[in-house]
Each structure stands twice: as structure tokens, then as C-alpha cells.
């Protein structure tokens, strides 16, 4: 059974850093495609930001430049460091993953990010 968990969300003030991550077990890592996709109250689920499993990054126009997506492949774990926040990046963030061989999904179960002053 293929199980993410996330951790790092919070609160943070307005031009801050937070650092997201998410452990995946039960499964072959590096074959995996990850990605970090938010959802904001009324809002649809948006992607942020994805890693293949070689390593190739694309993120939102709307993070560029602020936020950082990685893996440790040797740890099992994807990252996401946001910095710069803004109150629009208010909202939960959720760890996704794609098996490459079948294109199976899973989800991670989510972690709150609060933006404010």
C-alpha cells in the first residue's frame, strides 16, 4: 500500500519561508513522477509544482522564482521551499504522486499553509 505523508505547512507572515515535505513508502520511489498541487476555500485544485522521476521541474507561473520543488530519492522524499509567500498562496497543499509503468495516482492527505499577517 503506497502511503504519502506531508508535513512542514503552518503559518507564516507575508514574505516568509516555509518548507513543505512528503514521504512516500511502500513503493519504489524513483518510479514515480511528484508533484505539489493546492487548493485554495472555493477554489479548484492547482498544480504547483512537479518533479518527473528524472529529475526535469515545472512549476505555476504564479510561483516561479519563490518556490522550489527537489527529491531525495535516496530518502524517499520530495520537497517543496516556498519562499517570498503571499497571502494568495494561502491554501491546503497536497503531495501527488504518479507511478510512470501504469500511471496510477495517489494522494497525500493534505497540510494547511496559512499566509497572514
Known amino acids: 500500500q503506497v502511503q504519502l505523508v506531508e508535513s512542514g505547512g503552518g503559518l507564516v507572515q507575508p514574505g516568509g519561508s516555509l518548507g513543505l515535505s512528503c514521504a512516500v513508502s511502500?513503493?519504489?520511489?524513483?518510479?514515480?513522477?511528484m508533484g505539489w498541487y493546492r487548493q485554495a476555500p472555493g477554489k479548484q485544485r492547482e498544480l504547483v509544482a512537479a518533479?518527473?522521476?528524472?529529475?526535469?521541474?515545472n512549476y505555476a507561473d504564479s510561483v516561479k522564482g519563490r518556490f522550489t520543488i527537489s527529491r531525495d530519492n535516496a530518502k524517499n522524499t520530495v520537497y517543496l521551499q516556498m519562499n517570498s509567500l503571499k497571502p494568495e498562496d494561502t491554501a491546503v497543499y497536497y503531495c501527488?504522486?504518479?507511478?510512470?509503468?501504469?500511471?496510477?495516482?495517489?494522494w497525500g492527505q493534505g497540510t494547511q499553509v496559512t499566509v497572514s499577517s
Open positions: 501527488h504522486a504518479r507511478r510512470y509503468i501504469d500511471s496510477m495516482i495517489r
Open positions: 511502500g513503493s519504489i520511489f524513483s518510479t514515480y513522477d
Open positions: 518533479i518527473s522521476r528524472r529529475g526535469s521541474t
